[in-house]
């Protein structure tokens, strides 16, 4: 143990470890106004968030008098996909009161600094100690007890200044971190919307010798086969032909790597919906508008939620991708689709999209210029993502040199 630190369970050092309750009443129960109730969706590691905050009327909340928030208190969500992500008290919105899936951790503020506890618990070290079940095979914790937190032992530096010390250090270190990345996600931002911006002024021009058109008058469009011959979930297989569905659409084309096959008897049966290269597949169900091109891929079926739309030889297929990226395609998708709770098109109505057609020459020109756009904005968007990961990383080598130390 480093020099002038010491080791105690929690239990040792915080007046209080507790989780709250459901609400009486439950979700329904909750008011647009009234006493904050914090659960595991507000709580980050990087900090309180308040959207979807719930609240509770005061009979609610003094029945969950023992679980009142106190300017003091980190906050640890102890259930669930989240399990571990911590945070401090938001002092604004106190008193508060949590549910059940986050524990009050209230440290005696003469021998535990709240921030420092704060840092520690976000810390990689202290996390993954955490969650770990200390069995054999990496087993994770998908929830914590009280018994475990209260015997969950820390170290820290006996001296409550030098803790302070080490807390003014971090703060003044990721404040700077999130100026940075405040600026990286601006730029990453910037970049992405200088080829939309691009996109929709192709889009929205009305050129020399353009006309715009109905999408069924340049392109043909197939449907999956939804007959008795549709491939159930029992009929997929681990090798065979692609059965490809939204999941499997990216910007990039067709992801094989998590593809859905059926056996080539299951394929031959399906009167239609079988796909060709050069095919561009648009999701009309679910992922409305989502769209990929199947590139070189020249045999696959097609789930029923995707119409498969091959271009005739009026229109480039590199033309019509960037039609579908592009906000006028966006606006067609509002304006056609239905207004019922899970909206859709059919693929009549991706027919009656209007799309501007230029002469191939000039599509071959807006192809090329886009082409060029996207590689320069892909390269920038590549370049702001792995600085936001170095940042990330750098916060990680921060709290491990300030629990090990060496700060």
Known sequence: MREGWVRKRLSE?????????????????????????????????????????????EDQANALSNVVVEAQDVLLNITGASVARCCRAPAELLPARVNQHVSIIRPVQERLDSDFLHYLLISNDYKNRLL?????????????????LQNFVVEFPESLPEQQRIVALLDEAF?????????AEQNLQNARALFESHLQCVFSERREGWVGKQLRDICVFENGDRGSNYPSKKARSATGIPFINAGHLTGDGIDLTSMD????????????????AGDILFCLRGSLGKFASVGDLDEGAIASSLVIVRPNEVVLHE???????????????????NGTAQPNLSARSLGD??????????????????????????HLTHLYERKLAALEELKKTLLHQAFNGEL
Request: aromatic share 8%.
């Open 353 to 378: 999209f209007i799309a501007p057609l230029p002469p191939l020459a000039d599509q071959k020109l807006v192809v090329e210029e886009l082409a060029v756009l996207r590689q320069e904005t892909q």
């Open 261 to 276: 096959y059926i056996p080539r008897e299951r394929f031959n049966l399906l009167s239609n919906g079988k796909i060709r």
């Open 319 to 337: 033309y019509l991708v960037a039609y579908f990226r592009s906000s006028l395609c966006a606006d067609m998708i509002n304006y056609f689709k």
């Open 175 to 183: 404040a700077g971190l999130a100026t940075a990345k405040a600026n």
């Open 13 to 57: 050092v915080t007046r209080k470890i507790g989780s709250g309750a459901t609400p009486r009443g439950g979700d329904e129960s909750y008011k647009a106004e009234g006493i904050s109730l914090i659960r595991s969706l507000n709580v980050y590691d990087d900090g309180f968030r308040e959207a979807k905050l719930a609240h509770i009327d």
């Open 132 to 148: 770990s079940t200390g069995e054999e095979g990496g087993s994770t914790r998908q929830a914590i007890t009280k018994a475990q």
